[in-house]
């Protein structure tokens, strides 16, 4: 299953851009693919010579700003991925979407995957731009009554609450994992079963995972920029995510997953469910009403 790049892989990306292209002019922005591009207005052609004058996160998304409140919004989706390259570098095949081609080097964007779910976005205006927001809270900058808030707005299982895009900003399939096992909750807990301690549990887990491994990618691609195979969820290092049937680093039980459509979840029985497996009859139907059958419906 090809992970989705998350809050700190989507920070990563945004701090090695501004080391390279910060400042400097796009020269051109070839397309290679129709369907990558989603808007019709502006013209692609308004961004050519124009310098980078921010880079910021948006969710998952990556957001150019060049300007006079004209902004380039990608969204790599799951198998999208960026490569930095020489100046005049060709595509890399079919896998390349687009060519940012900048003086002193060119930024490939590829997608390793036939379904083509990574895209670009040309937007006029702020109000454009928030538009395109799905509204969640940003983890790393909410306090602890903002967080709760959010969590308990809607009874979902925690999974979900923290994969939703609309609940909380860049969080996913991976990074949930990590947090759940961290504050030693289940993922099919439901929001509104949280006392007061569990809930500052787990914002404390939200905070410090995010931020140790955002800081960990920054300290590892400190001189160079990450390749297509660096931007992954399956990191040797993660205590559960990616980890079925190995030891929990914690207590040594297997880790366990759940398989829902195209969605995965591991988890540690022992750790986070009071040794219990989370498999019962009411187990489907409970995916069934608060999991999304589609990375899609995920993201929207």
């Not at 095949?93 to 590829?110: K, S």
Request: proline share 6%.
């Amino acid at each position: 299953m090809t992970p989705m790049p998350e809050l700190p892989d989507v920070e990563l990306y945004v701090a090695k851009l501004r080391e390279r292209v910060l400042g400097e002019p796009l020269d051109r922005l070839q397309l290679l693919t129709p369907f990558v591009l989603r808007t019709v207005e502006p013209k692609v052609a308004v961004l050519h010579g124009r310098p980078l004058r921010e880079i910021e996160r948006l969710g998952k998304r990556i957001v150019l700003d060049f300007g006079d409140d004209l902004f380039l919004v990608v969204h790599l989706m799951v198998a999208g991925r960026f490569q930095w390259k020489a100046a005049g570098a060709k595509p890399l095949g079919r896998i390349t979407l687009a060519l940012f081609e900048f003086p002193h080097g060119t930024l490939l964007m590829t997608e390793a995957s036939k379904k083509r779910r990574a895209s670009l976005h040309v937007v006029q205006g702020r109000n454009a731009l928030e538009e395109m927001n799905p509204g969640g809270i940003e983890p790393l900058e909410c306090t602890p009554q903002e967080f709760a808030e959010a969590l308990k707005r809607e009874n979902r299982t925690l999974k979900r609450a923290l994969t939703n895009p609309r609940t909380f900003s860049g969080i996913g399939n991976a990074y949930s994992d990590e947090i759940l096992w961290a504050a030693h909750l289940s993922p099919l807990r439901l929001t509104s079963s949280l006392d007061e301690k569990e809930t500052a549990r787990l914002y404390g887990a939200t905070v410090e995972s995010l931020t140790m491994w955002s800081k960990k990618l920054l300290e590892q691609f400190a001189t160079k920029f990450p390749g297509a195979g660096d931007v992954t969820a399956f990191r040797p290092d993660f205590a559960v995510h990616g980890k079925f049937g190995q030891p929990c680093p914690r207590c040594g039980h297997k880790v366990q997953r759940i398989v829902y459509a195209e969605n995965e979840t591991n988890y540690c029985a022992e750790c986070q469910n009071e040794g219990r497996l989370l498999a019962d009859r009411a187990l489907s139907r409970l995916l069934k009403e608060d999991w999304p059958r589609t990375l899609e419906e995920m993201e929207g």
